[in-house]
Nanobody, 124 residues
Framework: QVQLAESGGGWVQAGGSRRLSCAASGRTPSRYTMGWFRQAPGKEREFVAGINWSDGATNYAHSVKGRFTISRDNAKNTVYLQMDSLNPEDTAVYYC?????????????????WGQGTQVTVSS
């Protein structure tokens, strides 16, 4: 089993930055594709960013491309999401996820492990 725990959420003013962390425990996810999803009230969970285990390739949702950066530190079993130029539309619960697929899936059903989520609130 892989267990994921997000941290770093909180309140931030529009235009500001925030960095989320996801610490993995249990079975090491060093060869897993890691990703971030988010879910706002009344909306479906949507893909935000992912990073491939094999070559470090990344993928981003169009809505966050150029503003968010995903990275990972395999020695610490941790994946990060640096969020810059935040706006109120980024307000959501952010979830860390992992899969042993070699690609970077963009649908929630394609990931096997999930964290409990961390709330990010961006005020205007």
């Amino acid at each position: 089993q892989v267990q994921l725990a997000e941290s770093g959420g909180g309140w931030v003013q529009a235009g500001g930055s925030r960095r989320l962390s996801c610490a993995a425990s249990g079975r090491t996810p060093s060869r897993y594709t890691m990703g971030w999803f988010r879910q706002a009230p009344g909306k479906e969970r949507e893909f935000v960013a992912g990073i491939n285990w094999s070559d470090g390739a990344t993928n981003y949702a169009h809505s966050v491309k150029g503003r968010f950066t995903i990275s990972r530190d395999n020695a610490k079993n941790t994946v990060y999401l640096q969020m810059d130029s935040l706006n109120p539309e980024d307000t959501a619960v952010y979830y860390c996820t992992a899969t042993n697929r070699i690609s970077i899936p963009t649908m929630p059903s394609q990931y096997a492990y999930w964290g409990q989520g961390t709330q990010v609130t961006v005020s205007s």
